[in-house]
């Protein structure tokens, strides 16, 4: 047996997990949607980022691709869509043929 944190956890205690990358992602937009950033402002969103995280420079098109998708996310079910795939495919079946698709929307949605 390998001796890990996860596998000594019943020595050692509770082991807290680390975040994994969508976590943070996740986190970072339910900060930036709380504090009035939009996924469609891509300016307002690089200037948030620098104000509130801490990275390399190389990084920064990363964070605003993974924070600005799970901002996107948040505002499509907002408007009562599963996530923002689901919104992007339902507008699309609307412009192409004019009509929905037949996914449904999440629960309590519009």
Known sequence: M??????????????KKKPDLADIYNAAAAKAHKDGIGAGNEPELVRWIYQNCRFDDDKLFFLVLGIGCALA??????????????????????????????????????
């Open 2 to 15: 390998n001796h890990t944190p996860e596998n000594d956890a019943h020595l050692y205690g509770a082991v």
């Open 73 to 110: 996310d948040i505002e499509a079910r907002e408007r009562g869509y599963e996530n923002g795939i689901h919104e992007a495919f339902h507008n699309a079946a609307m412009r192409i043929y004019g009509r929905t698709t037949n996914l449904p929307r999440a629960e309590g949605g519009a």
